[in-house]
């Protein structure tokens, strides 16, 4: 698949063509990604600022505003289904810390950002954990969606 990375600690992005589609695990959603915004941390990584320097791990898929429709759901996968329009929250929780087991999964203690700290999704695929994606309502266009 074509994928923007972060090839290197400096300045830019590298567009490649050659990256696998992501697997997906029994409680992840694999989508076939339709739009992306470009938000001010994706500016931060691609000028490669001091910000990027101390949080950002090269090799790195960067983006994480999207839309995009459901091609494959895990098996443990129960609100979402194949051919879904949906969106996603881009902070994912780990769901066993304390926070996370006593309801304020909000403020987990190993909280993992999309495009950040996992692979994002710039890309023509992203595989994402059920819990962090929703359902976009009929008639939203992927453009507004993907904000």
């Given amino acids: ?3 923007l990375m972060k090839l290197r600690p400096e300045r830019g992005a590298v567009l490649r063509d050659d990256i696998p589609i992501p697997k997906i695990g029994d409680r992840d959603v694999l989508i076939r990604v339709e739009k992306v915004a470009i938000c001010g941390t994706d500016l931060h990584i691609y000028n490669w600022n001091a910000w990027a320097q101390s949080r950002i791990k090269t090799p790195l898929i960067f983006g994480h505003e999207m839309s995009g ?13 194949v051919g879904d329009m949906v969106s996603a929250e881009t902070h994912i929780p780990c ?28 890309a023509e695929y992203v595989s994402l954990l059920e819990v962090v994606v929703w359902k976009n309502k009929e008639g939203i266009s992927p453009e507004i969606a993907a904000l």
């Fill in 1 to 3: 698949m074509k994928a």
């Fill in 69 to 81: 429709e459901v091609s494959e759901v895990g098996k443990s996968v129960k609100r979402i289904k």
């Fill in 95 to 122: 769901g066993v810390c304390h926070q996370c087991l006593t309801g304020n999964a909000h403020i987990c203690s190993n909280m993992k950002i999309v495009g950040v700290d996992i692979n994002g999704t710039f």
